[in-house]
């Protein structure tokens, strides 16, 4: 049972350059978020997917696009990386949004852009 | 605004030692309270919840949290910590709808 994964573990981008970051979880869970991880922060959520076909906008949405592909997948998109977006983006999904629904994470994946 | 506050950005231990790491929370209206470890090269996974009920929660490895609504706290401690405690820690409050709000993380070393 993989949980939730993440793909890539790894990237260093140049400024200016695109890239999609993958997650996919098997629990058959209907909503699934993006979080970036920043020294001193915790954890902040970028994008929320409630349920299939649905996106909403978290606490610091701008620079970044997501995609629900479907019920197994939320992509992360970004369009024009930019410094201050070098962070650990962490995926995680929950059965729903229900206040005592438990989420489950990915490894993470640590973005440098330089 | 809504915030998780954590008392300890880093921890030093002793094995045996015991463990408190304290959380405090702005939010007047009902919460539920996580605690998430995350070992290292690991990804974040649930340690204990608060929903209702009993404010003593124990959690898997031997760790419990106390919630006190009036001190808008909901403290981690362990009796007695191993070297494989050594993890980051995060507090987490979730004040309704789609939204959970994480503190800044402990990282605990515990030393052998």
């Known amino acids: 049972n993989a949980g939730v994964t993440q793909t890539p573990k790894f990237q260093v981008l140049k400024t200016g350059q695109s890239m999609t970051l993958q997650c996919a979880q098997d629990?058959?869970?209907?909503?699934m978020y993006w979080y970036r991880q920043d020294p001193g922060m915790g954890l902040r959520l970028i994008y929320y997917?409630?349920?299939?076909?649905?996106?909403d906008k978290g606490e610091v949405p701008n620079g970044y696009n997501v995609s629900r592909l479907n019920k197994r997948e939320f992509s992360l998109r970004l369009e024009s990386a930019a410094p201050s977006q070098t962070s650990v983006y962490f995926c995680a999904s929950s059965e729903d949004g229900r206040a005592n629904t438990e989420a489950f994470f990915g490894q993470g994946t640590r973005l440098t852009v330089v | 605004a809504q915030s998780v506050s954590q008392h300890n950005h880093h921890v030093i231990l002793s094995e045996a030692a015991s463990l408190e790491l304290g959380c405090n929370y702005s939010y007047g209206g009902t919460v539920n309270l996580f605690w998430y470890v995350q070992y290292p090269g690991q990804h974040l996974q649930l340690l204990l919840k608060?929903?209702?009920?009993?404010?003593l929660v124990k959690g898997i490895k031997g760790f419990e949290a106390e919630f006190i609504k009036s001190k808008f706290s909901f403290n981690l401690r362990k009796p007695s910590v191993q070297w494989s405690d050594t993890a980051e820690y995060f507090c987490a409050v979730h004040t309704g709808g789609f939204k959970t709000i994480f503190g800044a993380g402990t990282r605990l070393f515990v030393k052998a």
């Open positions: 997917s409630a349920s299939e076909g649905t996106t």
């Open positions: 608060y929903f209702s009920g009993d404010p």
């Open positions: 629990m058959n869970h209907n909503s």
